[in-house]
């Protein structure tokens, strides 16, 4: 296969997965995915955040230092949404990017005193991506609550491996 018909998949994958994104978060007016939806080779959908980690902290927006072979193999293969901006700290900004809504919003506004528990009436990526037929995990930080109905079984992901108390 040339590198031009590569480019051209890509770009067609790139479209599809722009699409499904859209329609997952909520467009205005749009409905969600659906089973069937998923019939049409509806890709795998993989986030990675992490906390502390600056744009220029990843080999593939160009650090001379710090080697990610892996991370840019990944983001090499991937479609990258880059206009996602982060609050100062971390619940608010997975509350934003559950839900794609402004933090404010979704109640999660810091992260103490209650103030990073996302409030219940939010719907969230996980539970779109699951009505669309997808299985849904989250591994790594939630800090957006630990008892029910804020965990994360109890806002669309089938499986959840979680450290408490947002640590």
């Known amino acids: 296969m040339s590198r031009a018909q590569v480019s051209a998949m890509k770009s067609r994958f790139q479209h599809r997965l722009w699409f499904l994104v859209v329609a997952l978060i909520g467009w205005p007016g749009s409905t969600q995915v659906t089973a069937d939806d998923r019939e049409i080779g509806a890709p795998n959908v993989i986030v990675i955040m992490t906390d502390d980690q600056g744009w220029g902290d990843l080999g593939f927006h160009g650090n001379p230092v710090i080697r990610t072979p892996h991370l840019d193999q990944l983001a090499e293969a991937s479609v990258?949404?880059?206009?996602?901006?982060?609050?100062?700290v971390c619940a608010p900004t997975r509350a934003s990017l559950m839900?794609?809504?402004?933090?404010?919003?979704?109640?999660?506004?810091?992260?103490?005193?209650?103030?990073?528990?996302?409030d219940p009436a939010e719907?969230?990526?996980?539970q779109r991506l699951r009505t669309g037929g997808y299985r849904t995990g989250l591994f790594g930080k939630w800090h957006l609550g630990d008892t029910w109905p804020l965990r994360p079984i109890d806002r669309g992901f089938d499986t959840a491996l979680v450290h408490r108390g947002g640590e």
């Open 80 to 88: 990258r949404l880059p206009y996602f901006y982060v609050s100062p």
């Open 123 to 126: 719907i969230t990526l996980a």
């Open 99 to 118: 839900t794609g809504r402004y933090n404010y919003r979704t109640r999660a506004i810091d992260t103490y005193r209650g103030r990073a528990l996302m």
